[in-house]
Nanobody, 124 residues
Framework: QVQLIESGGGVVQAGGSLELSCSAS????????MGWFRQAPGKEREFVAS?????????QIADSVKARFTISRDNAKKVVYLQMNSLDPEDTAVYYC????????????????WGQGTQVTVSS
């Protein structure tokens, strides 16, 4: 059974930084990629970033955060990180870690497994 546990959320002032971590267990050897998503109050969940376990760790980052956020992973520990810099109140949301098993689902954004989420609050 796949389990994804996020950590690192909290309250930070605008302009500050946070690093989120997602510890994954139960992934199969063919698990393709990990992603971060976020959902702000009253808004739909949106894609933030993704990284593949293989292929050199190919990354995708949403245009809205590309200049400020970085995704990375530790294959050995099965941990994925989201480094968030220059945070803005607009970044306030629950951030979710997710895993996708296949390349085809990765292409369509159909993630298979989800964490419980961690709250990030950016104060102005």
């Amino acid at each position: 059974q796949v389990q994804l546990i996020e950590s690192g959320g909290g309250v930070v002032q605008a302009g500050g930084s946070l690093e989120l971590s997602c510890s994954a267990s139960g992934l199969t050897s063919y698990s393709h990629a990990m992603g971060w998503f976020r959902q702000a109050p009253g808004k739909e969940r949106e894609f933030v970033a993704s990284i593949t376990w293989r292929s050199g760790g190919m990354t995708q980052i949403a245009d809205s955060v590309k200049a400020r956020f970085t995704i990375s992973r530790d294959n050995a520990k099965k941990v994925v990180y989201l480094q968030m810099n220059s945070l803005d109140p607009e970044d306030t949301a629950v951030y979710y870690c997710a895993a996708v098993d296949t390349f085809s689902k990765y292409l369509t954004g159909e993630y298979d497994h989800w964490g419980q989420g961690t709250q990030v609050t950016v104060s102005s």
